[in-house]
């Protein structure tokens, strides 16, 4: 009953958040409670009892962070940095959930095509002072895909991967086209994603 709540106070959010964006409206009160409800969703169950929980805990708490700065163009450096230190904590609750190097090996070679392709896109149309931190951004994000294509349970390799293509979805609104779709598109992946994610708390 308490998962179904947080999962329709999140999707619920994210309806009004989009309303929001296409009326451009305030959307502060929108983001902070679909985050609430990814937040209550790992919370569910109580305190983490494992390292993998307390590091997805970790992840989405800065996740949230990440959320709130984002709401305004000039928190976009510090919500960078904010989502780059959750996906290094999901990496870690990955990693310590066991290691499949059948699944590491050929997902890290298709991740690095991909990264090399979206640098191409994105680097020209990136202003000189953010190059740096967006690709070190993107290396960090590819990594998290990468060792969550090892972890031993499917929930968390879903949820990265959701996270992973809402990220796209930013980055093509930040620098190459802004527009509704890229919020369409973009929003309910990352909160799903992040639902994901937070299911596996335990």
């Known amino acids: 009953m308490l998962v179904a709540a947080s999962t329709i106070l999140t999707a619920l959010a994210v309806a009004a958040l989009l309303i929001a964006e296409k009326t451009d409206r305030p959307k502060l009160v929108w983001k902070t409670l679909a985050s609430l409800g990814f937040m209550w969703a790992a919370l569910i169950g109580g305190v983490p009892g494992t390292a993998p929980g307390w590091l997805l805990l970790g992840g989405l708490a800065l996740s ?10 000039r928190g976009f450096l510090a919500g960078l940095v904010a989502f780059a230190g959750a996906h290094l904590f999901y990496s870690g609750a990955f990693l310590s959930t ?6 590491i090996i050929p997902t890290a070679l298709i991740a690095t095509i991909a990264f090399v392709a979206v640098k191409r896109w994105l680097i020209g149309r990136v202003p000189p002072k ?5 690709v070190a951004y993107m290396a960090i994000i590819t990594l998290m895909l990468v060792t969550a ?21 930013v980055a093509r609104n930040r620098f190459i086209a802004a527009g509704f779709e ?21």
């Open 98 to 103: 066991g290691t499949r190097w059948v699944s």
């Open 64 to 73: 949230m962070v990440g959320d709130v700065a984002l709401v305004s163009e």
């Open 149 to 169: 294509a090892g972890s031993t349970r499917l929930v968390l390799y879903a949820g990265a991967a959701l996270f992973y293509l809402s990220d796209l979805a």
């Open 130 to 134: 953010l190059r740096g931190p967006v």
């Open 182 to 202: 890229n919020k369409l598109i973009g929003l309910p992946l990352y909160y799903a994603g992040q639902l994901l994610l937070a299911s596996a708390v335990t």
